[in-house]
């Protein structure tokens, strides 16, 4: 049995992570890919757990919450994403490693060299077949998400934190080997999905 693939989707509050997720389901459902949606953080009972604490109220220094996202993520990686590869699934997961460099590395200032570290221990061998990094303004998705009834810790952060965490994504997709990319998430969805369709279709024929 082919080991599956594991696709990401990242990106900056409000860009249609959530909403596109269900169209790469769909449209790798149809093509008769098993898929499994999970996200970060969460995707497990302990994972669900640590992202409730992480978005909620809670003073939570930079330092905790990069240790509490990856301790989710070790459990998500052991627990799903690794044995869902194993059987020929097709793992798609909203956020991954890249919102880690983003938020706590751009967004935090925490250096690049612990994340990658913690990454490396946490991930061994495995990384992302395909990021889609959906990018858009930070006034834009702010826009998107206004009409929300509440907001989490991250959504209260100034405007000043979520240009430095699209700052460090763009800077992210500039040095990887292809594998992130970069999709102009301000334009009308169905061009947005046409983009998600020719990444999955070159994903497919590989
Ligand atoms: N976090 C972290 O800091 N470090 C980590 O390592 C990880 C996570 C893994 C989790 O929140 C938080 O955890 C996140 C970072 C942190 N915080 N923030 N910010 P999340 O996963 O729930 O992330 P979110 O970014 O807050 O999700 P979101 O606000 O729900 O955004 P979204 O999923 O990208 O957007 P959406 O819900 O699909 O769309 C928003 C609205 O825009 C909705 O009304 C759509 O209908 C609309 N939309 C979508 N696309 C379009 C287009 N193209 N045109 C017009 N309107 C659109």
Redesign the pocket.
């Known amino acids: 049995m082919q080991p599956g693939k594991l696709i990401t989707?990242e990106?900056?509050?409000?860009?249609?992570?959530?909403?596109?997720?269900g169209y790469v389901h769909d449209y790798l459902a149809q093509r008769g890919v098993p898929v499994v949606i999970t996200?970060?953080?969460?995707g497990t009972a302990l994972g669900e757990a640590i992202?409730a604490l992480?978005?909620s109220d809670q003073v939570i220094v930079p330092e905790a919450?990069?240790l509490l996202?990856?301790a989710?993520?070790a459990q998500h990686v052991r627990h799903v994403m690794e044995p869902a590869l194993a059987a020929g699934h097709w793992v798609v997961s909203?956020?991954?490693?890249?919102?880690?460099?983003?938020?706590?590395g751009g967004?935090?200032g925490i250096h690049t060299d612990i994340i990658e570290y913690l990454e490396r221990w946490i991930l061994g061998d495995l990384r992302p077949d395909l990021t889609l990094l959906?990018d858009?303004p930070p006034e834009t998705?702010q826009q998107?998400?206004r009409?929300?009834r509440s907001t989490?810790?991250?959504?209260r952060?100034d405007t000043g934190f979520?240009e430095r965490?699209r700052a460090r994504y763009l800077e992210r997709a500039r040095m990887s080997d292809g594998r992130i990319r970069l999709i102009d998430?301000?334009?009308?969805?169905a061009?947005?999905q046409a983009d998600i369709a020719h990444h999955l279709d070159e994903i497919l024929a590989a």
């Open positions: 989707l990106g900056s509050e409000g860009t249609g992570k959530s909403t596109n997720l996200r970060e953080p969460g992202r992480v978005l919450e990069l996202l990856c989710a993520r909203d956020r991954f490693t890249e919102a880690t460099h983003a938020y706590q967004g935090r959906l858009i998705g998107r998400i009409n929300r989490d810790r991250f959504e952060e979520f965490v998430a301000a334009r009308p969805l061009q947005v």
